[in-house]
């Protein structure tokens, strides 16, 4: 017995991927009246002096600027809502689907073999700010960092920490259909019962953080796309991108973060999920192929 298989996900990083913006700047400083400087001073010290995760470092010394201020989670997320992003976003997800959706007539994707197209976030930010924001109703999961809370509902310990390396456990979980996070994403699962197989999945990120999941992608037959920041007059936003296709060999394609109908990163996208459709109906194809007797002819 297998499971369906024709569903295409678009897996995509938050930070420099959707928005040009790192998220705690964008509506936390402000809001609560941290400088940003001193904070990141800080979450530097904890992970230099102190040996402390990136990712811990960051919700730990946010804990401490807050102190009596720690908000709610539901405060979060609505500074979420304010969270800006990349030119295209979030009208790119209703317009990409209408225009794949419009080829899947023209094809028979639709019709024929039931094919969808789906959208999920891996970050290392903070889950609760994007859940707020205006992409997360296009979004069919958000994966991030999380904060329990106190008896007052304050956030208080952290519950949940995403790091770099870790984003690649979400990409099985997408692949499994674990997307309960009290499943084992360890648990077997046989290849013809994961309902999106990695060559259904294309990662889009932005620099170094991920690698793991490039990696992931290159060794099992999926797709990558490095953006970089076209705004960026220092130029280390496109540098990072450079050097993963020209010199680590971590990704085949690179575009700035433009996610408007004709950029660059648009037609890439566009392109990628139309091959991968076509993939599974040849696939599909081929198994019932191999699996016909045929009748003898008289």
Known sequence: ???????????????QTL?????????????????????WKRCGELVQKHGYEHELAYMKALLDYLEMDRPTNAKLRQLGAKLSFFP?????????EGKLNDVADTMGWSAAHGIKLEHYIVSSGLKELISGSRIAPHVRKIFGCEYAEDDEGRITFPKRVISHTQKTQFLFRINKGMLDLSQDV?????????PIPFQNMIYVGDGPTDVPCF???KQTGGRAIAVYNPADETRVSFQ?????????DRVRH????????????????????????DNIIERRRNDL???TVRAPKH
């Open 19 to 39: 928005s040009p913006n790192y998220m705690q700047e964008e509506v936390i400083f402000p809001h609560f009246g941290i400088d940003g400087k001193q904070f």
């Open 254 to 277: 690179i575009a700035p973060a433009d996610y408007r109908p004709g950029s660059h990163l648009r037609l890439l996208l566009e392109e990628m999920v139309t091959e991968i459709a």
């Open 289 to 291: 192929e191999a699996a």
């Open 88 to 96: 295209g976003i979030p009208e790119m997800f209703t317009e990409f």
């Open 1 to 15: 017995m297998s499971v369906p298989q024709n569903t295409i996900a678009i897996i995509y990083d938050y930070d």
């Open 240 to 248: 990072k991108c450079y050097q993963l296709t020209a010199h680590a």
């Open 186 to 194: 360890n648990d077997h699962v046989p290849p013809e019962m994961r």
């Open 215 to 217: 990696t992931v992608m």
